[in-house]
């Protein structure tokens, strides 16, 4: 029934010389049409990883990326090439991804005239691209422009409009709003739920920000340390987070209602190494709540009776008869 009705992979090696670091190692994620699913952990837990390689710019090493149904996680690039038509990617920096001696015009236009088999015209082009710059809140005049004549949110705006340009299914978002101020941020990300609107798209929305993810996510996958530790709704989350390390970033996020924060485990210690990941639960070493078994078992992340999932003993008993 869904588009993406299975997405997902394990793996996604990371580099990091002299070693290979297994930067993700377990994750399962499957987004709705129109849903907004946010991948939300500390930085350095995976997050943009599980982002890229389900964008392919990370090859996974094992399991599965579904897109519509179709395996896309062996794929090769030009068989990628009908795939990243329904799989774009916006990006913390856009000014980054912006080539600075390319108007405005020519680089929203740019994935478009990619994957497009026919020669587009200067006058298609130009069409094309100032219909895509107003659909984000830019004029005509502004599509001759060069990237560094724009504000931080504009530039984003130019992001947002290039990704547009092939009409994805998708959109996969990596900190989108985090360079920019919090009047901007809720502009920007007003935008992209009226885009989700009117283009049926799904996001997966990377954030560390827990108000920008209760404003945006319908659904939210925490991580820790490469591994999935809770998937929940939105508002399940907020109201009554169960796993302990999504209680405490609760508990520390500065900017989410008070209303929302509930005085939970406070978080201690610093993050291990994921090159020296602990025995047992990935969290016990800052869990107030470890107790001997944590050390010796990996929790599996198991379905829950109220909905979503957490990989903690605390929460292992699976429901018999589970809904799927
Ligand atoms: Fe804490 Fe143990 Fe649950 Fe891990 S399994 S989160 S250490 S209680
Ligand atoms: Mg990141």
């Given at each position: 029934?869904?588009i ?8 996604g090696k ?5 070693k290979v670091v297994?930067?993700v ?19 350095g837990?995976?997050k ?11 090859a996974?090493?094992?399991?599965e990326?579904?897109i ?11 068989e990628?090439r009908?795939?990243r038509?329904?799989l774009q990617?916006i ?6 991804s912006?080539?600075?001696?390319q108007?405005i ?10 994957q ?11 069409a094309e ?10 004029n005509?005049?502004?599509?001759n422009?060069y990237?560094h ?5 504009q530039?984003?705006?130019i ?5 547009l340009?092939?009409?994805p ?6 900190e989108p ?22 283009f ?9 920000d ?6 945006i996510?319908?659904r939210?996958?925490?991580?820790y ?5 809770e998937?929940?709704?939105?508002d ?5 987070p ?6 405490a ?5 500065p900017?989410v ?14 993050v291990p190494?994921?090159l020296?990941?602990p025995s ?5 070493t800052r869990?107030?709540?470890?107790f001997?078994?944590c ?5 599996a992340?198991l ?14 008993t699976?429901p018999e008869?589970?809904?799927?």
């Amino acid at each position: 029934d869904g588009i993406f009705d299975r997405l997902r992979f394990t793996g996604g090696k990371l580099l990091a010389p002299p070693k290979v670091v297994n930067a993700v190692n377990s994750v399962s994620l499957s987004i709705a049409p129109g849903e907004v699913l946010a991948l939300v952990g500390e930085s350095g837990c995976g997050k943009s990883t599980v982002a890229k390689t389900i964008a392919r710019i990370h090859a996974p090493t094992s399991g599965e990326i579904r897109i519509d149904g179709k395996e896309v996680s062996c794929l090769n690039q030009k068989e990628l090439r009908p795939v990243r038509r329904e799989l774009q990617m916006i990006f913390q920096d856009p000014y980054a991804s912006l080539n600075p001696r390319q108007r405005i015009k020519d680089i929203v236009i740019e994935p478009l005239r990619a994957q497009s088999d026919r020669r587009m015209s200067s006058s298609d082009i130009d069409a094309e691209a100032i219909k895509l710059l107003a659909r984000v809140g830019l004029n005509a005049e502004q599509a001759n422009r060069y990237p560094h004549q724009f504000s931080g949110g504009q530039r984003q705006r130019i992001g947002i409009a290039r990704a547009l340009s092939v009409r994805p299914k998708l959109i996969i978002a990596d900190e989108p709003v985090s360079a920019l101020d919090v009047s901007i941020q809720a502009q920007i990300l007003n935008l992209m739920m009226d885009l989700r609107d009117e283009f049926g798209l799904s996001y997966l929305f990377v954030s560390h920000d827990l108000s920008v993810v209760h404003h945006i996510a319908d659904r939210v996958a925490v991580m820790y340390l490469g591994f999935m530790v809770e998937t929940a709704s939105r508002d399940q989350l907020f109201a009554t987070p169960r796993h302990p390390y999504t209680q405490a970033l609760l508990s520390a996020a500065p900017n989410v209602d008070k209303a929302l924060r509930k005085p939970q485990a406070e978080i201690t210690g610093e993050v291990p190494s994921a090159l020296n990941l602990p025995s047992g639960c990935c969290f016990r070493t800052r869990c107030p709540l470890a107790f001997a078994r944590c050390a010796v078992e990996r929790p599996a992340l198991l379905p829950q009776r109220g909905g979503g999932s957490v990989a903690c003993h605390l929460h292992d008993t699976v429901p018999e008869a589970f809904p799927t």
